[in-house]
Each structure stands twice: as structure tokens, then as C-alpha cells.
């Protein structure tokens, strides 16, 4: 880089200075502009590219984006909007083009008309995916020409230059991500497609599609989608709940872009329990919600509580209802579009603009008032689940308050199957969650009590998606979960809220056996975080136990193998690749292992590998978890003989 940066700075003028010691500082703390060098990392140089083609699609210049995956893990966007400026920018001296690709922030600066609103969590623009990559080459169609430049490690290789006609407009960027920086450099093609399904709803009409020149069929064709939403959020919502059973026949849409915060809202009541709210800021997802979610909160209250009021219905019922209760079974889908949005929370996915609130509030207040009014029959649906809910909730809370007096009564309040670790520094602290009393002996034997606790959970958990919420403080393994964690569940601005002030432990391992009960197991326990205690998912703190697959043995050598690969490495190693001179030994259980080799294998921080859990979008998490453990049974099997080949799901 030094040299590189040397050699060019002979040909440059000062403001040119700037400009490398700019993209020199997205090399050198690549975690900064884009969160970190993993894989979100290199996902991320995808969004930042494809948002600014969807900036230009909601000025209204362009209907279509192609996204493709090179053989060579390079990527490819391309966009039919006005095509970058190339002209001499007039303060720069150089061609925008260059501008925009090479100096931070400078995206669409110079154009004050232009509804500058996406950009990715971070916003850092193209000019970081520049810097970023070992090449990358940006082609215009603009004015009847087809411009060029082409950068390595974001700097310019030459100036702009025409190289022929066009009778089309769009841009179209090329680029290969650095390797000396990625510690991951494969695109995931799920991972691509679920966020370009996801930007199809959030911007109806926008065409999007996705190509993996990787992936190619028996006739050599590459493996493609296209994604593409008519409707917008109300297919976005029919979506997420194409796995429950509806309570009204359409979804609630609401849509305006009146005020001075475009705001659009679509929302469906289902027969389930749970509160499923989506939200968006400049296609961002507020995994932490914000105001925008706050405000409609409000106003779905206000409302709906008004309009019961004027119906009679709550005075016949004597029930307190409180907001929580106009949220059960609701699935809903918030999106607004904010100037200059600012971030908060713990993982920074919170939206805090104060205004933001209001606005949303007198949209949905408006507009769902129009509804009820309009939909008499589906208005009493509504307020009599919501009456159902109400009760519900009296009985969680006593359930709950019972729970919670039970643990100040008995002192530290610990579980008593809890075999906790001495350390007491949460972040030293790991927490393992394992399957039966049996596999829970072992791993109490085999671990380091000093930093390693255990917990062990006797068969199967509750499942949540089928359970109201006051059954989960009635569920013994669900009860000593939290209080091991030492997290709470309480009530802040009349929102359910997990309290971690108090966590006890920031690694939290799921622990199973490797077979299909296992893998139930843990699926249930994923539901239950994920319902429950989404932030610690968020914040990293979730890992699922590895346990190896198989043991080779011969004589006195022994080796340990997590997949097909390495058995057959082991085979190879010390049998000469002849099966039958080596003992194979399938481990289906944990119980099959003794504490010493569970301890080496699976626990020992030095050997062990864990899989850390994420969600890569909540929405696509919704989806996959109402589907495979709620009611409709169809839809699962048609998820299980898909991915059956896989029998792994991430998630
Ligand atoms: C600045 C100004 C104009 C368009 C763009 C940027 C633009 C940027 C990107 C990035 C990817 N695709 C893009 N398409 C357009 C407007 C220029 C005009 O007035 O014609």
C-alpha cells in the first residue's frame, strides 16, 4: 500500500492527498467503515454498492438491478438509472465519476435535488468498497457514451475516459474484494438473495436479480432469481405470514408521503400469540425498533382502543386492556424514509429521531380510524382477540410475579441443576446449555469449573410458537434458563423488554446431540431466544457446541473428524485410505462420549470450534421459525424434503 501510494502521488495535486490518506484509512481500520472483515464485512461491500442503484431507483430513474456472482468471488452491480455524473466536477477538478469513487461520504453531494435518504447501516458509500477491493472497474452509460475507470485498492488507474456509444443509461460497477483484508471471501448466494427479496418488498416495482456464475445447472446455466413486489409491504407481510392462519382476509395497508417523513405501514392479524413487528429506516432493519415503532405503538393503542370504547365491547368486559394485548398476533411491517436518521441502542439499530414519531403516529391513527370504520366485521375480529389477549396477559403476569418472588425468596435464586463456574466476570463466563440429565453429567465432569457452567435441560423445551406467552413462566427448563442467565423480562414504556443489565454469562452455548432430536432440540431453543431474547442473538452472545461426528481409531491413534472431509483425510492418514483397517466409530450422542474426550473435543476453548448465531435478517428469521414450529404443516414438509440433502439450517 505504501508503495502503491508513493508511486501515485508523484502525478497528484494536494486535494489529491486527502483523498489516499482517505481511502488509506478505510484499509487500515476496514472495521470502522464497515463493521468487521468477516463475513458481514464482505456482504456488506454488496449493500453499499446495490444502495446507491436503489437511491437512484427511488428518485424514480431506475427500475431494474442486476447483482452477480463472478466465478472468481468478484461481484458485479448494474443499474439502468442516469449513470454516475461524469463531468468535471467544478470544485474537485476531476471527473464526478472519480469523485464519487475515491473520496469518502461524496455519494450524491453534489446534487442537493436528489432524495438522499439509503445507505447502509454504516452509509460509508462506494468510494469504501473501492478502497477495499484489489480491482475495480466502473463503466457509465450516459449522453450517448459508455465512460470508463477502472482502481486498484480504490486508486484511479487513469482518468475517465469515453471508450464508445451507448444508446442506454445505467452503471454498472465491478469489483473484487481484497483477500489480504476479507478473513472470509465467499458470497453466500442465500445471504444475497434473502436481502434482495427483502429490497424487493421495501421498493415495489424495482426489479431485482441475482446470478451465481459459480452455481452453473447440466446446460451450463447459472443458478438466478429475480425478486419482485407489486404490492410492497402487503406482500411483504402476506409473506411473513403465509405460515399462520389468518384472522382477516387482507392485510391493513397505510401509506403516506405527505408530511416530511414518507411513512408506509402494512399490518395482518393471525391466530397466533405472537407479536411479530418488522421495521425499516431507509431499508435498514431496526432490529431494536425506535421511535418510527413507538409511534405506531401509540396509535394502534389509541385507536383501537377508542374505536372499542365507541362500540361498547370494553364496557361489557370488565379487562384492563393494556398496548401488549392489541399486539397479539399481529404481523406488521413499518417502513419510513429519514433524512438524517440517527442510530441508537445496543446494536446501534434503534432509530432516535423524536419527530420521527409523530409522524408515523398520525399516519396509522388516521388511516387504520378509516379502516375500522370502513370494516365493521373485521374491526370486531380484531377487538375481540385483542379481549382474549387481555386475559391472557393477567394470567402471565401472576405467573411471571410468581416466578420472580420465587427467586428473591431462595436467596441467590440459582437453579438448583445449575452447576455454575467461580469466575464472575460475565465476559470470562460460558454458559452451557445441554441436552438431558445424562450429557449434562458428562459435561459437568469433563468441563473447566472456573469459567464453564452448566445447565442441563431434561428433553424437550417448550415450544413458544405455539404457546402463550404466561406458559413459558410456568415451563420449568424456560424458568431456570433465566435465572441462571440472571435476565429478566419486565415492562418499560408498555413494551415487553429483556432486561441483561444482570447477564450473567457472554457466551451462552446450546449443546445437543447430532441427531434429528438433537437438532429439534436445539431448533427449540433457538425459537425460544429468538422470541424471547433476540438482543443476546443480536449481540452475539448465542453459540451452538460443535461436537465431532466421528472417531478413526487405529491402535493407539486416534482422530477426530467434524465432517465427510476430514474422515477421509483420517483414513487416508492412518489407514492408507482402506476402511476396514481403521475402527470407525459415528457419534449420534454426547452420551457416547466420555467427560475427557467431551471436554477435548467439544468444550477445551483450544480445540473446540463453535458456531455463533446470528440473524442475518429478522424478517427471513420470523419466517423460517413460525414455519418450522408453528401449525401449518405443509409448508414444513416442503422445507424438510428441500433441504433435507443439508439437514442443517441456519439460521
Ligand atoms: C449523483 C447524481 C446523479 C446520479 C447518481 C449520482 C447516480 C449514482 C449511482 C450509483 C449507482 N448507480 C447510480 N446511478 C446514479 C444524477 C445525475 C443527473 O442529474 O443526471
Given at each position: 500500500m505504501a508503495n502503491e501510494a508513493t508511486l501515485a502521488l508523484n502525478n497528484y495535486s494536494a486535494e489529491n492527498i486527502q483523498v489516499l490518506e482517505g481511502l488509506e484509512a478505510v484499509r487500515k481500520r476496514p472495521a470502522m467503515y464497515i463493521g468487521d472483515t468477516g463475513f458481514k464485512g464482505l456482504h456488506h461491500l454488496i449493500w453499499e454498492v446495490v444502495d446507491n442503484s436503489i437511491d437512484e431507483a427511488m428518485a424514480g430513474y431506475c427500475d431494474t438491478i442486476h447483482v452477480i456472482i463472478e466465478e472468481d468471488e468478484s461481484i458485479t452491480v448494474r443499474d439502468n438509472g442516469r449513470g454516475i455524473p461524469t463531468g468535471i466536477h467544478t470544485k474537485e477538478k476531476r471527473s464526478a465519476l472519480e469523485v464519487v469513487m475515491t473520496v469518502l461520504h461524496a455519494g450524491g453531494k453534489f446534487d442537493k435535488d436528489t432524495y438522499k435518504v439509503s445507505g447502509g447501516l454504516h452509509g460509508v458509500g462506494v468510494s469504501c468498497v473501492n478502497a477495499l477491493s484489489v480491482d475495480l472497474r466502473a463503466e457509465v452509460h450516459r449522453e450517448g457514451q459508455v465512460f470508463e475507470q477502472e482502481y486498484k485498492k480504490g486508486i484511479p488507474q487513469y482518468p475517465v475516459r469515453a471508450i464508445g456509444d451507448a444508446s442506454d443509461t445505467g452503471t454498472f460497477i465491478h469489483f473484487k474484494p481484497d483477500d489480504s483484508i476479507f478473513t472470509v471471501t465467499e458470497f453466500k448466494y442465500e445471504t444475497v438473495a434473502t436481502r434482495l427479496r427483502e429490497l424487493s418488498f421495501l421498493n415495489k416495482k424495482l426489479r431485482l436479480t441475482l446470478t451465481d456464475m459459480r452455481d452453473l445447472d447440466d446446460e451450463g446455466k447459472p443458478k438466478y432469481d429475480e425478486f419482485y413486489s407489486e404490492g410492497g409491504l402487503v406482500e411483504f407481510v402476506t409473506y411473513l405470514d403465509n405460515t399462520r392462519q389468518p384472522l382477516i382476509p387482507e392485510p391493513i395497508h397505510m401509506d403516506s408521503d405527505k408530511g416530511a417523513v414518507p411513512v408506509e405501514v402494512s399490518m395482518m392479524y393471525n391466530t397466533s400469540y405472537s407479536e411479530n413487528v418488522v421495521s425499516y429506516v431507509n431499508n435498514i432493519n431496526t432490529i431494536e425498533g425506535g421511535t418510527h415503532v413507538s409511534g405506531f405503538r401509540a396509535a394502534l393503542t389509541r385507536t383501537l382502543k377508542s374505536y372499542a370504547d365507541k362500540s361498547g365491547i370494553l364496557a361489557k368486559e370488565k379487562v384492563e386492556v393494556s398496548g401488549d394485548d392489541f399486539r397479539e398476533g399481529l404481523t406488521a411491517v413499518i417502513s419510513v424514509k429519514v433524512q438524517e436518521p440517527q442510530f441508537e441502542g445496543q446494536t446501534k439499530t434503534k432509530l432516535g429521531n423524536s419527530d420521527v414519531a409523530g409522524a408515523v403516529s398520525q399516519v396509522v391513527s388516521e388511516m387504520l380510524d378509516n379502516y375500522l370504520n370502513e370494516h365493521p366485521k373485521e374491526a370486531r375480529t380484531i377487538v375481540d382477540k385483542v379481549l382474549l389477549a387481555a386475559k391472557a396477559r393477567i394470567a402471565a403476569r401472576k405467573a411471571r410475579e410468581m416466578v420472580q418472588r420465587k427467586n428473591v425468596l431462595?436467596?441467590?435464586?440459582?437453579?438448583?441443576?445449575?452447576?455454575?463456574?467461580?469466575?464472575?466476570?460475565?465476559?470470562?463466563?460460558?454458559?452451557?446449555?445441554?441436552?438431558?440429565?445424562?450429557?449434562?453429567?458428562?459435561?459437568?465432569?469433563?468441563?473447566?469449573?472456573?469459567?464453564?457452567?452448566?445447565?442441563?435441560?431434561?428433553?424437550?423445551?417448550?415450544?413458544?410458537?405455539?404457546?402463550?406467552?404466561?406458559?413459558?413462566?410456568?415451563?420449568?427448563?424456560?424458568?431456570?434458563?433465566?435465572?441462571?442467565?440472571?435476565?429478566?423480562?419486565?415492562?418499560?414504556?408498555?413494551?415487553?423488554?429483556?432486561?441483561?443489565?444482570?447477564?450473567?454469562?457472554?457466551?451462552?452455548?446450546?449443546?445437543?446431540?447430532?441427531?434429528?432430536?438433537?437438532?429439534?432440540?436445539r431448533t427449540l431453543i433457538l425459537t425460544f431466544f429468538f422470541r424471547y431474547m433476540k438482543v443476546l442473538i443480536e449481540m452475539g452472545y448465542i453459540y451452538i457446541a460443535q461436537p465431532p461426528l466421528y472417531l478413526i481409531k487405529k491402535g493407539k491413534e486416534e482422530r477426530y473428524c467434524w465432517d465427510e472431509a476430514q474422515r477421509e483425510a483420517a483414513v487416508l492418514e492412518l489407514g492408507n485410505g482402506r476402511e476396514e483397517s481403521v475402527n470407525t466409530q459415528r457419534y449420534k450422542g454426547l452420551g457416547e462420549m466420555n467427560a475427557e474426550q467431551l471436554w477435548q473435543t467439544t468444550m477445551n476453548p483450544e480445540h473446540r470450534s463453535l458456531k455463533q448465531v446470528s440473524i442475518e435478517s429478522a424478517a427471513e428469521a420470523d419466517h423460517l421459525f413460525s414455519m418450522l414450529m408453528g401449525d401449518e404443516v405443509a409448508p414444513r414438509r416442503e422445507f424438510i424434503e428441500k433441504n433435507a440433502k443439508y439437514a442443517r439450517v441456519d439460521v
Open positions: 431462595t436467596g441467590t435464586g440459582l437453579p438448583g441443576k445449575l452447576a455454575d463456574c467461580s469466575e464472575t466476570d460475565p465476559k470470562q463466563c460460558e454458559l452451557y446449555l445441554v441436552e438431558g440429565d445424562s450429557a449434562g453429567g458428562t459435561a459437568k465432569q469433563g468441563r473447566n469449573r472456573a469459567f464453564q457452567a452448566i445447565l442441563p435441560l431434561r428433553g424437550k423445551i417448550l415450544n413458544v410458537e405455539k404457546a402463550q406467552e404466561y406458559r413459558i413462566y410456568e415451563n420449568e427448563e424456560i424458568k431456570n434458563m433465566f435465572t441462571a442467565m440472571g435476565v429478566q423480562i419486565g415492562m418499560v414504556d408498555d413494551e415487553r423488554a429483556l432486561n441483561i443489565e444482570k447477564l450473567r454469562y457472554h457466551k451462552i452455548i446450546i449443546m445437543t446431540d447430532a441427531d434429528i432430536d438433537g437438532s429439534h432440540i
